[in-house]
């Protein structure tokens, strides 16, 4: 098998065998307390290693016993069908798609998880519920027509719901230019596409798989997946800079130079308005130094920016309420 991962990785995070299986895994959070067990990505490589078909990958992930919650991603280029086994420390789920495609995030989604007080928690407090919905309209909208370079503007995806804009690195977009670890796989035609750096920005490599697992390669010429129009812009050049000037802000902060930190973390806000991680800190440095106003203001522009994180959105609404 093949999967993308880091020197020293021992599991496998997203891979493809020479069976044409391939799986990955998405971390997720569930009333179920951790147990001894196997880590997902361990499971995943299990199914590599030993996974010939479809029905024997489903069959190893079901009899897994996974220390902790995840969805593994399995799909299987022979019959072209895929599925999401949703694990947990007590059970595990399979979920099937009615449609042509299937998505996944962070949270499960299946039927019998949806009194799980932790996996709601993570939909509605976290990204994950924002970033799924917006997968499957973009999902929907490309269905029967996603090759790799569609495959990758989705990937790429920084706008909301329904096409809202979003700051350039919203935490709520599919992509919030923080991910290290992407890829586009046709499990049919066993080739991978590789994002160079930085994040999901740089022009995908196109990896045939075939010669490496000993098969047959045809001569057809693989399809190119060039670069991000953002890599290399003004705007991305600027999103850098308030992001060097809110760590920072945040390091002063902790340093106990709350006028410094409040002098980058007001430059960051000024150059990024609709940022909300930027808003919020600018206010909770207002908010400190007892200038209640301000903060005011800011917070209630953060409103206004869709903020990814609700137990923040909710803090932010007690501190307007309360005075």
């Known amino acids: 098998f093949a999967s993308l991962a880091w020197p ?7 891979g493809v065998n020479a069976e044409r299986i391939f799986v990955s895994v998405a ?3 569930t009333d179920a307390k951790l147990n001894r067990g196997t880590p997902g990505p361990f ?6 290693e030993r996974a010939k078909t479809f029905k024997q990958a489903l069959a190893i992930a079901k009899k897994a016993k996974p220390m902790g919650s995840a969805a593994l991603l399995i799909a299987d280029g022979n019959s072209r069908r895929a599925a999401v086994v949703e694990l947990t420390p007590k059970r595990t789920f399979v979920r099937k798609s009615s449609s042509s495609w299937i ?3 962070n949270h499960l989604l299946h039927k019998k998880l949806k009194g799980d007080a932790s996996n709601d928690w993570l939909r509605r407090y976290t990204p994950s519920g924002a970033r799924y919905e917006r997968l ?3 999902m929907a909208r490309f269905s029967g027509r996603i090759d790799p370079a569609t495959a990758a503007l989705i990937l790429r995806n920084r706008t909301g719901l329904k096409d809202a804009p979003l700051a350039i690195g919203h935490r709520g977009a599919i992509d ?10 046709d499990v049919t035609s066993l080739t991978l596409w590789v994002p160079r750096p930085p994040h999901l920005l740089g022009a995908m490599d196109a990896i045939d798989l075939k010669p490496l697992f000993g098969l047959a390669s045809g001569s057809a010429t693989l399809q190119e997946v060039g670069p991000d129009p953002l890599l290399g812009t003004v705007e991305l050049r600027r999103y850098n800079l308030v992001r060097d000037q809110l760590d920072y802000a945040r390091r002063l902060r902790g340093a106990n130079a709350k006028a410094e930190a409040l002098d980058y973390a007001r430059r960051a806000a000024r150059a990024a308005p609709e940022l909300p991680e ?3 800190l600018l206010g909770d440095l207002l908010w400190d130094a007892g200038r209640k106003d301000e903060a005011r203001q800011e917070y209630q522009a953060l409103l206004k920016c ?3 994180f609700r137990q923040e959105a909710e803090r932010v609404r007690s501190r307007l309420a309360g005075g």
Not at 8 to 14: I, K, Q, T
Not at 43 to 48: G, P
């Open 8 to 14: 020293g990785s021992m599991g496998v995070l997203s």
């Open 103 to 105: 998505a996944v995030t």
């Open 306 to 308: 869709s903020p990814p």
């Open 136 to 138: 499957k309209q973009l």
């Open 43 to 48: 499971i995943a490589r299990t199914i590599l």
């Open 278 to 280: 930027a808003r919020l």
């Open 176 to 185: 919030s230019l923080r991910a290290t670890h992407g890829l586009v796989v």
């Open 27 to 29: 971390y997720g959070r």
